[in-house]
C-alpha cells in the first residue's frame, strides 16, 4: 500500500474520532426527550428529583471496525453518542448510560453496562449545578447562623448581603466515607480575587444525600481545630465562652497576595514584550477539521467531555505507531489537619476535567502564532456549551538543536559543520479543575519522537492554618497552610507499532566478567544488555516502589528495520511519581491504576477507560478498576497491547506557589521514542538541514535547501558561520 | 545593604570570574617562557622530549577573598593564572602545576600541589597535536604493511596516497590498564564525512609511551574477531589463509548514511523556514562582560578551558543563591566486544573538552536573536586560540504559561483570567569530544528557578560488527555496531543559600494512621512531612541505587521568609543515571563521584573541581579524587555547602541514532528550585503579566502593563480574550 493511500485512508478515517457536533448534540438530545418512557426534563430544573442528561459525548467505534476503514478505506461505522442519564424521578434513583445511534439522525438506544453488570449508584453521580444551588441555599441558612461569629472572626465578611465582603465556598470530595453516601465538607473562603487560598477557618459537614433537599442535614462543624454537631452547638459555645474565637487580620484590600497584580522589582525590562515566536514563511504542518499532519506525522484528535485530549491513529510517514494516547485520570490526594483537608482526595475526571477547557489566552497560554479550534461540550447543560479557543495547535522552535555536529579537523578548521533546528508541533488544551489548572500536551517531535506533557499551573489547595498543619504542608500566608499532595495523572498509551501484534520486553543492564583477550591475566568487567520478555500481564505490571528497568520497549515480532532488528518503540518516563494510599485502603480502591508506573495489558474494547467520571464520589467501589484489567493475567505475547502510564509528582506547596503553581520543574510526562522501527533518523527528510563545508577558495559553502534568508521579521542577514577558530 | 548597592558589587566582582584575555594569555606564557630554568619550547616543536606549556586558564580567587568584593565592595584580589607545564626535556619527565601573578602583569609563580602532595604521572597527561603527528606517521607505516588486507577489505581504501578513498582512524581511552602506561587501542575509519560510524574492522594497540617515537610499538591487532601479535603476524595469516577475509560491501558514494543530507519524505512542507524566536521590542537582558543580568537574576560566567561552563555569584534581587555552579565533568563509558570497544570509558576533561567550544551555527545551535560571545582557549597551542560565536545568551519563550488561572464562575462567565508567559533566559556553549557534541545550558526562569541541562547530540561512537556485539549493542550499518553506553555529568553546585552557613535535609512523606476525628469508628490514613537532617558528608552523600529522598533541600537556618519557614532551595533531577562499574573497579577510581546521584561536603578552596584533565590518562590512581572529599565525613550542619550533582542516561544506540543522536529525550540535568526562599513567587515582579476581568458592560476588561499591540513581526491585533463559554 502506498503511503499517498495510506494518508487517504487516515485521512478517511479521522472523522470517525472527531468530537460530536452542535448538531449531533442537539440530535441525540431531542432523541432522548422525544422518549416518554424517559420522561427527561431539563438538567436545568431546580429540582433533584428528575430525569435528566448529565453527558453527551462522542461513543468510540470498536477498534477492528475503526480499523477497516483505516487500514483498508472501508466504509466508517455509523457514529454513535455515549449519553449518561441521571434518573431521579423514580423509586431507587439510578444512573444509566446509553449508546445512542446512528448519528447525525438517531432513532435507537441501547444500555451500555460496566463490568459484571455494575450498577451505578446514584450517589457516585457528578455534582450539578442544580445541586450547587441548593448547597448554596442551604448555606445561606447556616451562615445566617454564624453570621456573627463568621463577621467577628473575618473582620467583616458575610455569606450574603455583602456587597464587596463576601463569603464563598469550596466543597472537598469524597463526599463521604462509604459507598452510597453523598456527605461533603464544605469551606469558607473570602469571596476576593484568588478566593482559593483565603479560608476563613470555618468547615461544615452537610449530608446531601436526599433528593430533597429539605431534608439535607448538618452533621458537623468546624471551627478553630474543635469540631461541632452542629451549627448551633457551635455558637452556642462561641458566645459562652467554650470556643476560642479566631480573629483573622483586618482584611486590606491593599495586599495583593492572592492576586496576578505585578509587585517586586527586576533587574531588567518586563514591561516591554518579550521573545515571540513568528512563522516568517507561513505554517507547516496541516489541519483538515481534526486531522493533522505535521513533519511525517499524521493524528486525529479529540477532547472527550468526560476526560480530556486524546489522540488517534498516530503514524509517522503512513505507518502507525498508536491506535490512541489518551488521558484518563488525574487525581491530587492530599493531606492536612483540618476535616476538608484530610478528606480531599480530588480525582478530576469527576469534576468534568474534559468540559474543563477554558478559553487560551494568545501569547500566554499559546504563542500568538497558534491556531486555535473552538470545542463544545454537553455535560450538566440543556444545549451544547462553545468554548470558544479552547484548544490550540501550533508549531514551535525549542531554540536547540534536533541534531548537530561540529566536526573539527583539530588544525584551526573543521571538515564539515551539520546542524538541523529542533522544532515540534504542540497540540494543547488545558482543564481548570477548579482551583487547578493542568495544561495538557502532546509534541511531535521532526524526529518521531513523540512527547506527553502535564504542566500544573493555577492555585494552591489550601486550607485554615493550625500549628499541627505543619506536619502537611506550609504556611503561605498568615492564616493559610498550603497543602501537601500528589498529582498523579494516567495515560492510556494503545501503541501499535507496525500493526497490532506486539510484544513487549524490559531491557536491563548486567556486569559481566571476563578474561582481557587482548591481556590474559587482566579482567574486563563491563556491562551487557539483558532483555526480559513479559509474557503475562502480571509480569507486565510495574508496582511503585519497586526497581523499573531501564528501557521499556514495545516491538513487532515480525517487523525488521533495515538491520534487523525488531521495529521498536520504547516509553521514557518523566515523572516523580509515587503511591499515595496503601494498597486497598479505602478510596485507593478507585485508584488501582496509581499502582502502576506502567502496567501493559491486552485491548479489549470493554476496556475503554482506566477511570470514569463516578469514581469521584464512589472510590471505594468503582465501577470501573483498573486493577480488573489485570486481574486476568493475559498473554501479552504478540498481541495488541495497550500500556498504562502513571506519572505525577509530590507537591509541597512553598511560598513560590503564591499567588500560583509555576509551570517550571512542575511539568511531567513520557516520551515515546522510536527504537530500530526507522532504518535511520526520520527528520533527515527535513529539508531545513544547513551543511557548511570549507570551500576551495577557504571560504565557508553552506549547503541547504531552504531560503537563504529568513526573512524580515528574523533577520535580513543570510546564513553564516565561519568554522575555524585561529590563534590571535 | 540595599539592592542597588548589591547590585554595584555584584558588577564590581563579575571581572574575578572573567576568563583571561588573549593579552593575560600572551602575557602568561611570554613570562614563563622567560624564565631559563623552565627552558620552555614551542608546543608545537615536533619533539616530545620538551618542556612546554599544556594549559593556561584563569586560577579562581580563593571564596572568602572573592567575597569580600562581592559583598562589601572591597577591592578585587590579584588576578591569576593556572599554568600546566609538561616537562618532557629531563630524566625523569613530570607534570607541574603553577600559579601565575599577578595578571596582566605577572612576576611570580609557585607550583600548585595536589592533595597530599599527589604527583602529577606523566603518561596522565592529555595528548597532544604532536603526539598524534607521531601516531599518524606510526600508522602509516602499520598500514604500509597492511595495505593490501586494507585495500581489499575496504575495497579501495588506503591510509596514504589514497585521494577520495581514504582512511582516518579514532584512539581509545584510557591508554592502558593501569598507571603508568600509555598505550592506545587505535580503530581505523573510512575518511568520509561522518567518518566516525565508518570503522573498518581493524584495530590495532600502539605503545607509544616512550618519548622517542622511533621506539613506539605495535603490541596487537585486531581484525574479524582475532587477535594478532603483530601487524606482520596478521599480514602473514591473512596471505596464508590462517585469517578470514573480511569484505566489506563496495564503498558507495550515494550511500548518505552517515552524513546530514536531506532524503526521506514528509507530509508537511520543510523547504521553508518554521518558527522562529523574534525580540520585537528589543532584548530584556543585560549583559556587561561576563556579567548578566536578567528579571531578578544576576550572575558572572566564564568557560574553563579545562572543563567548560560556570557560572558564579548567581543573584536574585541581590540575594545570593549560588556561589558557583560548574560543569565538572562528563564520561561515556561503552560495552563492546572489539578490543577498542570494550576498552572505551571517556573521560571528557581529558579531552579538553572544556575548550571544543566550536562556532554555534545561528538559527540552529542558538536562535537568529541570540548574543553571540566569542571564547579564548590557550590549550596545547602557543597562542591563545579565538573561538568565535561559542557561547550564546538568549531569551526565549517556552510557549507555555509561567503561571495561569482561569476563574469560572461556572455559569457560562468568570471572575478573572490572569496569565504570565513563560520566558527564560539561556546561557549556552557546547563541547564536541570528537565525535559526540553536548549542549550545555544554563536556564534562568522569571520565578527564581535555575535549569541546569545537558543535551547530547553528535555522532555515536561505533565500532566494528561482530555477532556476539549484539549483546552490547545495535546493528546500525551493514557493518557497524552502536556500542551501548553510559553518559554521566557531574556538576558543583555552590549554593551559597541566603549566606554561606547552610544546612541540608531531606524530606520524605510518611503513612499516619488515627481515628478519623468526626467519625471515630473510622480511620484516616493520610501522607505526614518526615524530614530528616543530614548533619555529616558520609550521610548526605546519596549512592545510586539507592531509594533517593522525594525533596533534597539546602536551607539557611538562620534566616526566615515572611512566614517563618527556613529560606532554603531543593534540587529536582530529571536524569536516568545509574552506576557503570562496580564500586572500585579499575577505572571506577577515576570517577568516585559517579558513586552519588548527590553528595553534599562543606566547601574548601582546595576542592575546587571533582575530577582533573589527568583523570583520563590514568583512572585508576587519579590525582583528583572525589572520594577524599568525604572521606573526612566532616559536618555540614550550618557549614558552607557544596552539592555535587551527577545525572545521565543509559544510551543503547538504535537506528535512529543515525547520522546523529537527537537531541529530544537526551536531555538531563536539574532544576535549583526556591522552597519558600522568597515570600512569595518573584516573578510577580514581571510587568508582562495580563489580568482580564468581565467589565460592567459586559466586555472584557484587559489590565496590562505591556503594550497591548506587540508588532509587527507578530501581530498588529491587540490582545483579545472573551472568557465567556455559553450554549449554543
Ligand atoms: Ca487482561
Ligand atoms: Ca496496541
Ligand atoms: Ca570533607
Ligand atoms: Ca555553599
Ligand atoms: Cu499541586
Ligand atoms: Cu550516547
Same mark, same amino acid.
Not at 448554596?136 to 473575618?154: C, S
Not at 467554650?242 to 522589582?265: C, M, N
Not at 484548544?391 to 584551526?412: K, Q, V, W
Given at each position: 500500500?502506498?503511503?499517498?493511500?495510506?494518508?487517504?485512508?487516515?485521512?478517511?478515517?479521522?472523522?470517525?474520532?472527531?468530537?460530536?457536533?452542535?448538531?449531533?448534540?442537539?440530535?441525540?438530545?431531542?432523541?432522548?426527550?422525544?422518549?416518554?418512557?424517559?420522561?427527561?426534563?431539563?438538567?436545568?430544573?431546580?429540582?433533584?428529583?428528575?430525569?435528566?442528561?448529565?453527558?453527551?459525548?462522542?461513543?468510540?467505534?470498536?477498534?477492528?471496525?475503526?480499523?477497516?476503514?483505516?487500514?483498508?478505506?472501508?466504509?466508517?461505522?455509523?457514529?454513535?453518542?455515549?449519553?449518561?442519564?441521571?434518573?431521579?424521578?423514580? *423509586?431507587?434513583?439510578?444512573?444509566?448510560?446509553?449508546?445512542?445511534?446512528?448519528?447525525?439522525?438517531?432513532?435507537?438506544?441501547?444500555?451500555?453496562?460496566?463490568?459484571?453488570?455494575?450498577?451505578?449508584?446514584?450517589?457516585? !453521580?457528578?455534582?450539578?449545578?442544580?445541586?450547587?444551588?441548593?448547597?448554596?441555599?442551604?448555606?445561606?441558612?447556616?451562615?445566617?447562623?454564624?453570621?456573627?461569629?463568621?463577621?467577628?472572626?473575618?473582620?467583616?465578611?458575610?455569606?450574603?448581603?455583602?456587597?464587596?465582603?463576601?463569603?464563598?465556598?469550596?466543597?472537598?470530595?469524597?463526599?463521604?466515607?462509604?459507598?452510597?453516601?453523598?456527605?461533603?465538607?464544605?469551606?469558607?473562603? /473570602? #469571596?476576593?480575587?484568588?478566593?482559593?487560598?483565603?479560608?476563613?477557618?470555618?468547615?461544615?459537614?452537610?449530608?446531601?444525600?436526599?433528593?430533597?433537599?429539605?431534608?439535607?442535614?448538618?452533621? /458537623?462543624?468546624?471551627?478553630?481545630?474543635?469540631?461541632?454537631?452542629?451549627?448551633?452547638?457551635?455558637?452556642?459555645?462561641?458566645?459562652?465562652?467554650?470556643?476560642?474565637?479566631?480573629?483573622?487580620?483586618?482584611?486590606?484590600?491593599?495586599?495583593?497576595?492572592?492576586?496576578?497584580?505585578?509587585?517586586?522589582?527586576?533587574?531588567?525590562?518586563?514591561?516591554?514584550?518579550?521573545?515571540?515566536?513568528?512563522?516568517?514563511?507561513?505554517?507547516?504542518?496541516?489541519?483538515?477539521?481534526?486531522?493533522?499532519?505535521?513533519?511525517?506525522?499524521?493524528?486525529?484528535?479529540?477532547?472527550?467531555?468526560?476526560?480530556?485530549?486524546?489522540?488517534?491513529?498516530?503514524?509517522?510517514?503512513?505507518?502507525?505507531?498508536?491506535?490512541?494516547?489518551?488521558?484518563?485520570?488525574?487525581?491530587?490526594?492530599?493531606?492536612?489537619?483540618?476535616?476538608?483537608?484530610?478528606?480531599?482526595?480530588?480525582?478530576?475526571?469527576?469534576?468534568?476535567?474534559?468540559?474543563?477547557?477554558?478559553?487560551?489566552?494568545?501569547?500566554?497560554?499559546?504563542?500568538?502564532?497558534?491556531? #486555535?479550534?473552538?470545542?463544545?461540550?454537553?455535560?450538566?447543560?440543556?444545549?451544547?456549551?462553545?468554548?470558544?479557543?479552547?484548544?490550540?495547535?501550533?508549531?514551535?522552535?525549542?531554540?536547540?538543536?534536533?541534531?548537530?555536529?561540529?566536526?573539527?579537523?583539530?588544525?584551526?578548521?573543521? *571538515?564539515?559543520?551539520?546542524?538541523?533546528?529542533?522544532?515540534?508541533?504542540?497540540?494543547?488544551?488545558?482543564?481548570?479543575?477548579?482551583?487547578?489548572?493542568?495544561?495538557?500536551?502532546?509534541?511531535?517531535?521532526?524526529?518521531?519522537?513523540?512527547?506527553? /506533557?502535564?504542566?500544573?499551573?493555577?492555585?494552591?489547595?489550601?486550607?485554615?492554618?493550625?500549628?499541627?498543619?505543619?506536619?502537611?504542608?506550609?504556611?503561605?500566608?498568615?492564616?493559610?497552610?498550603?497543602?501537601?499532595?500528589?498529582?498523579?495523572?494516567?495515560?492510556?498509551?494503545?501503541?501499535?507499532?507496525?500493526?497490532?501484534?506486539?510484544?513487549?520486553?524490559? @531491557?536491563?543492564?548486567?556486569?559481566?566478567?571476563?578474561? *582481557?583477550?587482548?591481556?590474559?591475566?587482566?579482567?574486563?568487567?563491563?556491562?551487557?544488555?539483558?532483555?526480559?520478555?513479559?509474557?503475562?500481564? !502480571?509480569?507486565?505490571?510495574? !508496582?511503585?516502589?519497586?526497581? #523499573?528497568?531501564?528501557?521499556?520497549?514495545?516491538?513487532?515480532?515480525?517487523?525488521? *528495520?533495515?538491520?534487523?532488528?525488531?521495529?521498536?518503540?520504547?516509553?521514557?518516563?518523566?515523572?516523580?511519581?509515587?503511591?499515595?494510599?496503601?494498597?486497598?485502603?479505602?478510596?485507593?480502591?478507585?485508584?488501582?491504576?496509581?499502582?502502576?508506573?506502567?502496567?501493559?495489558?491486552?485491548?479489549?474494547?470493554?476496556? &475503554?477507560?482506566?477511570?470514569?467520571?463516578?469514581?469521584?464520589?464512589?472510590?471505594?467501589?468503582?465501577?470501573?478498576?483498573?486493577?480488573?484489567?489485570?486481574?486476568?493475567?493475559?498473554?501479552?505475547?504478540?498481541?495488541?497491547?495497550? &500500556?498504562?502510564?502513571?506519572?505525577?509528582?509530590?507537591?509541597?506547596?512553598?511560598?513560590?506557589? @503564591?499567588?500560583?503553581?509555576?509551570?517550571?520543574?512542575?511539568?511531567?510526562?513520557?516520551?515515546? !521514542?522510536?527504537?530500530?522501527?526507522?532504518?535511520?533518523?526520520?527528520?533527515?527528510?527535513?529539508?531545513?538541514?544547513?551543511?557548511?563545508?570549507?570551500?576551495?577558495?577557504?571560504?565557508?559553502?553552506?549547503?541547504?535547501?531552504?531560503?537563504?534568508?529568513?526573512?524580515?521579521?528574523?533577520?535580513?542577514?543570510?546564513?553564516?558561520?565561519?568554522?575555524?577558530?585561529?590563534?590571535?
Amino acid at each position: 500500500c502506498t503511503v499517498s493511500r495510506k494518508r487517504e485512508w487516515a485521512l478517511h478515517g479521522a472523522p470517525m474520532f472527531a468530537d460530536l457536533t452542535v448538531h449531533e448534540l442537539k440530535a441525540v438530545r431531542a432523541y432522548l426527550h422525544g422518549i416518554p418512557e424517559m420522561a427527561l426534563t431539563d438538567a436545568k430544573n431546580k429540582t433533584l428529583k428528575k430525569n435528566s442528561i448529565l453527558l453527551i459525548e462522542l461513543n468510540l467505534p470498536r477498534k477492528h471496525e475503526a480499523l477497516r476503514a483505516l487500514d483498508r478505506g472501508q466504509a466508517k461505522p455509523p457514529r454513535q453518542a455515549r449519553v449518561i442519564i441521571q434518573f431521579g424521578n423514580q *423509586n431507587k434513583p439510578n444512573i444509566t448510560e446509553y449508546i445512542v445511534s446512528p448519528l447525525p439522525f438517531p432513532n435507537s438506544h441501547v444500555v451500555k453496562t460496566f463490568k459484571e453488570d455494575r450498577p451505578v449508584l446514584f450517589e457516585s !453521580r457528578p455534582i450539578t449545578t442544580v445541586e450547587y444551588y441548593h448547597i448554596n441555599n442551604m448555606l445561606e441558612k447556616i451562615t445566617t447562623k454564624a453570621h456573627k461569629l463568621l463577621f467577628e472572626t473575618t473582620g467583616g465578611f458575610s455569606f450574603t448581603n455583602c456587597s464587596n465582603r463576601c463569603l464563598t465556598f469550596s466543597d472537598i470530595a469524597p463526599r463521604g466515607l462509604g459507598p452510597g453516601e453523598r456527605r461533603t465538607w464544605i469551606m469558607l473562603q /473570602k #469571596f476576593v480575587e484568588g478566593y482559593f487560598i483565603h479560608p476563613v477557618g470555618f468547615e461544615v459537614l452537610i449530608n446531601h444525600q436526599d433528593l430533597d433537599p429539605g431534608k439535607w442535614t448538618v452533621e /458537623k462543624v468546624w471551627y478553630n481545630t474543635m469540631y461541632f454537631d452542629s451549627v448551633e452547638e457551635l455558637v452556642e459555645k462561641y458566645e459562652s465562652g467554650g470556643v476560642e474565637k479566631v480573629k483573622l487580620p483586618a482584611h486590606d484590600d491593599k495586599d495583593l497576595f492572592s492576586t496576578y497584580i505585578p509587585r517586586g522589582q527586576s533587574n531588567s525590562p518586563t514591561n516591554i514584550h518579550g521573545p515571540k515566536l513568528v512563522q516568517p514563511q507561513g505554517p507547516r504542518f496541516n489541519t483538515h477539521d481534526n486531522f493533522v499532519e505535521y513533519a511525517g506525522w499524521s493524528f486525529a484528535y479529540r477532547v472527550r467531555s468526560s476526560a480530556g485530549l486524546q489522540v488517534f491513529d498516530l503514524r509517522f510517514n503512513g505507518e502507525r505507531i498508536a491506535y490512541e494516547i489518551s488521558l484518563q485520570e488525574a487525581i491530587a490526594f492530599y493531606s492536612g489537619d483540618t476535616p476538608a483537608a484530610m478528606q480531599t482526595k480530588y480525582i478530576d475526571a469527576g469534576w468534568a476535567m474534559g468540559s474543563s477547557t477554558y478559553e487560551l489566552a494568545p501569547g500566554i497560554d499559546c504563542p500568538e502564532i497558534a491556531s #486555535f479550534v473552538d470545542l463544545h461540550h454537553f455535560f450538566d447543560t440543556d444545549k451544547p456549551v462553545k468554548h470558544k479557543n479552547a484548544l490550540c495547535i501550533f508549531e514551535m522552535t525549542t531554540a536547540m538543536p534536533l541534531r548537530r555536529h561540529f566536526n573539527s579537523d583539530f588544525e584551526g578548521g573543521y *571538515n564539515f559543520y551539520g546542524g538541523l533546528e529542533n522544532t515540534v508541533l504542540v497540540l494543547r488544551t488545558t482543564s481548570t479543575v477548579y482551583n487547578y489548572d493542568y495544561i495538557w500536551d502532546f509534541l511531535f517531535y521532526q524526529n518521531g519522537v513523540v512527547e506527553v /506533557k502535564v504542566s500544573a499551573t493555577g492555585y494552591i489547595h489550601a486550607t485554615f492554618f493550625t500549628p499541627n498543619g505543619l506536619h502537611y504542608g506550609t504556611k503561605v500566608y498568615n492564616y493559610v497552610l498550603g497543602n501537601l499532595h500528589t498529582h498523579l495523572i494516567h495515560y492510556k498509551v494503545d501503541l501499535d507499532i507496525a500493526g497490532r501484534e506486539n510484544s513487549f520486553e524490559s @531491557i536491563d543492564l548486567k556486569f559481566v566478567n571476563f578474561t *582481557n583477550p587482548w591481556s590474559p591475566k587482566n579482567f574486563i568487567v563491563q556491562s551487557r544488555l539483558s532483555r526480559t520478555e513479559h509474557k503475562t500481564e !502480571r509480569s507486565a505490571a510495574f !508496582r511503585f516502589g519497586k526497581k #523499573f528497568p531501564r528501557y521499556v520497549h514495545f516491538y513487532n515480532r515480525n517487523e525488521e *528495520n533495515k538491520w534487523g532488528h525488531k521495529k521498536g518503540y520504547r516509553i521514557q518516563f518523566n515523572s516523580h511519581a509515587h503511591s499515595v494510599l496503601p494498597r486497598g485502603w479505602r478510596e485507593e480502591n478507585g485508584i488501582s491504576w496509581s499502582r502502576y508506573s506502567l502496567a501493559v495489558t491486552r485491548h479489549k474494547d470493554s476496556e &475503554a477507560t482506566s477511570s470514569s467520571i463516578y469514581t469521584q464520589n464512589d472510590p471505594w467501589e468503582p465501577v470501573v478498576s483498573f486493577e480488573d484489567y489485570i486481574r486476568n493475567n493475559e498473554d501479552i505475547v504478540n498481541q495488541d497491547l495497550v &500500556a498504562w502510564v502513571t506519572v505525577g509528582f509530590l507537591h509541597v506547596p512553598h511560598s513560590e506557589d @503564591i499567588p500560583n503553581t509555576a509551570t517550571p520543574g512542575n511539568a511531567v510526562g513520557f516520551f515515546l !521514542r522510536p527504537f530500530n522501527f526507522f532504518d535511520e533518523d526520520p527528520s533527515l527528510a527535513s529539508k531545513s538541514t544547513v551543511i557548511v563545508r570549507p570551500g576551495q577558495d577557504g571560504n565557508p559553502e553552506i549547503q541547504r535547501w531552504t531560503p537563504e534568508v529568513v526573512g524580515h521579521c528574523v533577520t535580513e542577514e543570510p546564513f553564516f558561520y565561519n568554522g575555524t577558530y585561529a590563534g590571535v
